[in-house]
């Protein structure tokens, strides 16, 4: 049991006490009503996890511009705040902390999910070999278009918004979602950013609009209770980059100066593995930050504990895991075995493969 004790070394995070550093990585699980308001499921759902360190909620779109697929919740609308306040409110009751990732797709979308008239909306006109889940089942994701300087302040106060909506909803943080190739990842990597203007060439300048939102959405709760998600080298919704270490070096030094609550790296995303320089670039970029650091990606509690015994990260989180595990910390704690998680029911349905995964005591009995 000793060997996982570090998981169980108590955190504090911007005024925060994490009681455990098994995280829960944010999931999307397109169970939201169609207009993004959370469904009731949802309240259990979280209310089940709530022996997390902390929950990160699945992606939320932070305007309806910012949607790419069927039946994702957002936080742009009184219905959203009401929905989310009856999820943080279950979670606290339970004695957890839920931080709302926000999510602006950017051009993995596809118009039939868009308000009329609208096309995705992209840092250069390049689509994307992607797709989406619509209402007609998988789809090629729409020709993008890109994004004009002067509306780039929207989109900044589109994420200042979505935050201010996510404290009335009572969340205790933020996580700023700028990974898995979505808007601020593909301002950030030049195979999907060519401007010509203030956001784009070098590095400082494709990081420019992920750093204005994380100032904004910091501005609006203070440093402390935002983090954000980067995923230097995954390839999902078809990035890449000319040079990943050069790219991140330069965000991972400009947002250490901010004082986030943290930074959480997809360090390998399911199905691309990172490979040995990968790796080894990563724990080089992981050099660079000097604040709290969650690392995510195919994790067993062994693997986890030895990372955070070692520096290499102060806390993992943990997707597919906690899908099919609510009560992950006590499984990882008492060494009890864990239920495989049923890929069939990972995106849209109802309560099968959402709320019905069975706790180590019903189990038991
Ligand atoms: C069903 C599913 C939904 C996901 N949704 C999100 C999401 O909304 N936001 C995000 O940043 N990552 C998302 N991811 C990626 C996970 O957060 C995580 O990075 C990935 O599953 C690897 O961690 P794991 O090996 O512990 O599952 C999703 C992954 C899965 C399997």
């Not at 609308?77 to 979670?91: F, P």
């Not at 089942?137 to 278009?145: I, L, W």
């Not at 990035?239 to 901010?258: C, Q, V």
């Given at each position: 049991m000793s060997d996982i004790a570090p998981l169980f070394r108590p955190l504090s995070m911007g005024g925060l006490e994490l009681p455990n550093r098994v995280l829960m990585a944010p999931l999307t699980r397109?169970?939201?009503?169609?207009?993004g308001t959370p469904k009731a499921m949802a309240e259990e759902y979280y209310h089940q996890r709530?022996?997390?360190?902390l929950i990160i909620t699945e992606a939320t779109q932070v305007s309806p511009e910012g949607k790419g697929y069927l039946d994702t919740p957002g936080i742009h609308e009184d219905s959203h705040v009401a929905g989310w306040r009856r999820i943080t409110e279950t979670v606290h009751a339970a004695g957890g902390r839920i931080f709302l990732q926000l999510w602006h797709v950017g051009r993995i979308s596809h118009t039939s999910l868009l308000p009329e008239g609208v096309v995705p909306v992209a840092p250069s006109a390049i689509r994307a070999k992607s797709q989406v889940f619509g209402t007609d089942g998988f789809v090629d994701v729409s020709e993008p278009r890109a994004l004009e300087a002067d509306e780039l302040p929207r989109i900044v106060a589109d994420y200042a918004r979505a935050a201010a909506r996510a404290k009335e909803a009572g969340f205790d943080g933020i996580e700023v979602h700028a990974a898995n190739g979505y808007l601020l990842d593909q301002f950030l990597r030049d195979g999907s950013n060519r401007r010509e203007d203030a956001y784009g060439g070098s590095a400082e300048n494709r990081a420019r609009l992920a750093l204005e939102v994380t100032e904004a959405v910091a501005s609006v709760w203070g440093a402390d209770r935002v983090g954000i998600r980067l995923s230097p080298f995954g390839s999902f919704n078809d990035m890449s980059d000319s040079d990943p270490e050069a790219t991140f070096g330069t965000i991972y030094r400009a947002l250490d100066k901010l004082r986030l609550a943290y930074l959480h790296v997809v360090e390998s995303f399911p199905g691309s593995d990172s490979g040995p320089d990968e790796l080894a670039a990563l724990e080089r970029l992981r050099g660079l930050w000097t604040g709290t650091y969650i690392a995510n990606g195919g994790f067993n509690a062994t693997r986890a504990a030895d990372w955070i015994a070692r520096g290499r990260a102060d806390a993992v989180s943990f997707g597919r895991p906690f899908i099919a595990n609510p009560d992950l910390p006590e499984r990882y704690q008492l060494g009890a075995g864990l239920t495989t998680p049923n890929e069939a029911t990972f995106y849209g349905g109802g309560t099968e493969g959402y709320t019905d995964y069975p706790f180590r005591a019903q189990e038991a009995a």
């Amino acid at each position: 049991m000793s060997d996982i004790a570090p998981l169980f070394r108590p955190l504090s995070m911007g005024g925060l006490e994490l009681p455990n550093r098994v995280l829960m990585a944010p999931l999307t699980r397109n169970r939201a009503h169609s207009d993004g308001t959370p469904k009731a499921m949802a309240e259990e759902y979280y209310h089940q996890r709530a022996s997390a360190g902390l929950i990160i909620t699945e992606a939320t779109q932070v305007s309806p511009e910012g949607k790419g697929y069927l039946d994702t919740p957002g936080i742009h609308e009184d219905s959203h705040v009401a929905g989310w306040r009856r999820i943080t409110e279950t979670v606290h009751a339970a004695g957890g902390r839920i931080f709302l990732q926000l999510w602006h797709v950017g051009r993995i979308s596809h118009t039939s999910l868009l308000p009329e008239g609208v096309v995705p909306v992209a840092p250069s006109a390049i689509r994307a070999k992607s797709q989406v889940f619509g209402t007609d089942g998988f789809v090629d994701v729409s020709e993008p278009r890109a994004l004009e300087a002067d509306e780039l302040p929207r989109i900044v106060a589109d994420y200042a918004r979505a935050a201010a909506r996510a404290k009335e909803a009572g969340f205790d943080g933020i996580e700023v979602h700028a990974a898995n190739g979505y808007l601020l990842d593909q301002f950030l990597r030049d195979g999907s950013n060519r401007r010509e203007d203030a956001y784009g060439g070098s590095a400082e300048n494709r990081a420019r609009l992920a750093l204005e939102v994380t100032e904004a959405v910091a501005s609006v709760w203070g440093a402390d209770r935002v983090g954000i998600r980067l995923s230097p080298f995954g390839s999902f919704n078809d990035m890449s980059d000319s040079d990943p270490e050069a790219t991140f070096g330069t965000i991972y030094r400009a947002l250490d100066k901010l004082r986030l609550a943290y930074l959480h790296v997809v360090e390998s995303f399911p199905g691309s593995d990172s490979g040995p320089d990968e790796l080894a670039a990563l724990e080089r970029l992981r050099g660079l930050w000097t604040g709290t650091y969650i690392a995510n990606g195919g994790f067993n509690a062994t693997r986890a504990a030895d990372w955070i015994a070692r520096g290499r990260a102060d806390a993992v989180s943990f997707g597919r895991p906690f899908i099919a595990n609510p009560d992950l910390p006590e499984r990882y704690q008492l060494g009890a075995g864990l239920t495989t998680p049923n890929e069939a029911t990972f995106y849209g349905g109802g309560t099968e493969g959402y709320t019905d995964y069975p706790f180590r005591a019903q189990e038991a009995a």
